[in-house]
């Protein structure tokens, strides 16, 4: 029997194990048995991983939680492919793959490495719309919840609920064939594939995930498989353009977060904690993008990255150069957080007036970014520069009610308290 102790610790690895697994597990059943064989490839890693919980309780987490995953979902596969009798074609034909007695690890995390590319890649049928293909990937492959979804696409769970079951139907009823093209038909696609790793490397980054402001697995995910796309496509330069991108954020890892967990904003990090390999790696991959004529979102992005991580000082930061990198940038894709940016970077450089005029704008004509704590948590911090507590407090309460990470919480509520004392101390003077 299992202690409560015991049950709270299998119950963090398999939550850990769901995020990093799921998705895993999900790409190796559907690249083993057919693409067709998707959604009860879902189910199977979904009941492997409840299996796990139950079993590891009672009995102990194994040596390799991995292996025994993917061998237990593997099992579960090939049972159900007995059970199901309008199934027997599939089993003939590729039921004689030989696992033999291989290390489980060894040989299924290398065989994920490149089965994962590959089923991302499958999904960006072009049959398939491209905000189809987005929640199709982040769903099953990436294991994100409609609510992350929700969250990285600035919509709603019940639009990406009506999108993933379109979705899904769609391939269903048009006999649509996940498959993957060859090395020239995959290039049409390579824009999709940016916009998951982009979007997946973003969850990591600035988490929705109730307890976590980072997660680092997913980061190091999207930057694994982005370093696949830049070997395999050595002539493209948009790959190295976002994996610099990646570098450059991934550098302030270790100043966002102080040692009680609360967030560190980024005017206030200490830049000697700043990874200078990492940036460095960075600047390497985002020299080499520039050699092409090709000059993508990804590209201006990591430049305004890079002009961050290599300033002396937030106040000697080049803001000028920044601003215009994101008119620019406004040219590729005409996001609300461009906008967003843009006000921060306008505050900056000519006071906090000007910034609230454009974020209060925002409020008024964007419904997006209306759903959107950042901006709240933005006015809020440019009203409390103004000292118009009142107005800050509001604008911090609205943006903790629209966020979900605990984290991002009680930093709202720390802005409030010095709110409440900068009130406090107008009274008394």
């Known amino acids: 029997m299992s202690d409560n102790n015991t049950t709270k610790k299998v119950n963090?690895?398999?939550?850990?194990?769901?995020?990093?697994?799921?998705?895993?597990?999900?790409?190796?059943?559907?690249?083993?048995?057919?693409?067709?064989?998707?959604?009860?490839?879902?189910?199977?890693?979904?009941?492997?991983?409840?299996?796990?919980?139950?079993?590891?309780?009672?009995?102990?987490?194994?040596?390799?939680p991995q292996g025994w995953i993917f061998k237990v979902a593997k099992n579960k596969a090939f049972n159900w492919i007995r059970r199901e009798?309008?199934?027997?074609?599939?089993?003939?034909?590729?039921?004689?793959?030989?696992?033999?007695?291989?290390?489980?690890?060894?040989?299924l995390e290398q065989e994920i490495e490149d089965s994962m590319l590959r089923m991302i890649f499958a999904c960006c049928a072009p049959e398939i719309s491209i905000e189809k293909q987005i929640v199709l990937i982040l769903s099953i492959l990436c294991g994100f919840s409609r609510r992350e979804?929700?969250?990285?696409?600035?919509?709603?769970?019940?639009?990406?609920?009506?999108?993933?079951?379109?979705?899904?139907?769609?391939?269903?009823?048009?006999?649509?064939?996940l498959e993957t093209p060859t090395k020239a038909g995959l290039k049409s696609r390579l824009p999709a594939v940016y916009s998951c790793l982009y979007l997946l490397f973003n969850e990591g980054y600035n988490s929705s995930?109730?307890?976590?402001?980072?997660?680092?697995?997913?980061?190091?995910?999207?930057?694994?498989?982005?370093?696949?796309?830049?070997?395999?496509?050595?002539?493209?330069?948009?790959?190295?353009?976002?994996?610099?991108?990646?570098?450059?954020?991934?550098?302030?890892?270790?100043?966002?977060?102080?040692?009680?967990?609360?967030?560190?904003?980024?005017?206030?990090?200490?830049r000697s904690l700043w990874d200078s390999k990492l940036i460095n790696a960075g600047v390497y991959y985002l020299t080499e993008s520039a050699n092409s004529n090709i000059l993508s979102s990804y590209h201006l992005e990591a430049h305004i990255a890079a002009l961050h991580c290599t300033a002396n000082s937030f106040e000697e930061t080049n803001w000028a150069f920044i601003y215009k990198l994101y008119e620019q940038l406004y040219q590729f894709k005409s996001s609300p957080i461009i906008h967003l940016n843009m006000a921060i970077v306008k505050g900056v450089m000519e006071g906090p007036q000007k910034a609230v005029e454009l974020l209060e704008n925002f409020v008024i004509k964007n419904e997006a970014l209306n759903r959107y704590y950042l901006l709240y948590a933005t006015l809020g911090e440019f009203y409390k520069e103004m000292k118009k507590f009142d107005?800050?407090?509001?604008?911090?309460?609205?943006?903790?009610?629209?966020?979900?990470?605990?984290?991002?919480?009680?930093?709202?509520?720390g802005k409030i308290d010095e709110c409440r004392e900068g009130t406090e101390s107008i009274i008394i003077k």
């Not at 980072?214 to 353009?241: G, H, M, Q, W």
């Not at 609205?398 to 009680?410: D, M, P, Y």
């Open 209 to 270: 995930h109730h307890d976590d402001l980072i997660r680092k697995d997913l980061c190091l995910e999207a930057i694994r498989l982005n370093k696949l796309l830049v070997s395999f496509f050595k002539e493209e330069s948009t790959p190295k353009a976002l994996l610099a991108l990646m570098y450059f954020h991934v550098a302030r890892f270790e100043s966002r977060i102080d040692e009680k967990g609360a967030i560190i904003l980024f005017k206030n990090q200490d």
């Open 391 to 413: 107005l800050a407090t509001f604008n911090f309460k609205r943006a903790s009610e629209l966020t979900s990470s605990l984290k991002e919480k009680q930093l709202l509520i």
């Open 85 to 107: 009798k309008k199934r027997q074609e599939i089993y003939r034909q590729q039921g004689k793959i030989d696992f033999g007695n291989t290390s489980d690890n060894v040989y």
């Open 149 to 177: 979804i929700a969250h990285a696409l600035l919509s709603n769970e019940e639009t990406i609920k009506k999108r993933l079951f379109r979705a899904k139907k769609e391939i269903r009823e048009k006999y649509i064939h």
């Open 12 to 64: 963090q690895l398999v939550d850990h194990l769901f995020r990093e697994e799921y998705g895993r597990v999900v790409s190796f059943l559907t690249a083993t048995f057919g693409f067709h064989f998707m959604e009860i490839a879902e189910d199977i890693a979904q009941d492997t991983l409840v299996e796990a919980c139950r079993n590891w309780s009672y009995h102990g987490i194994p040596n390799n």
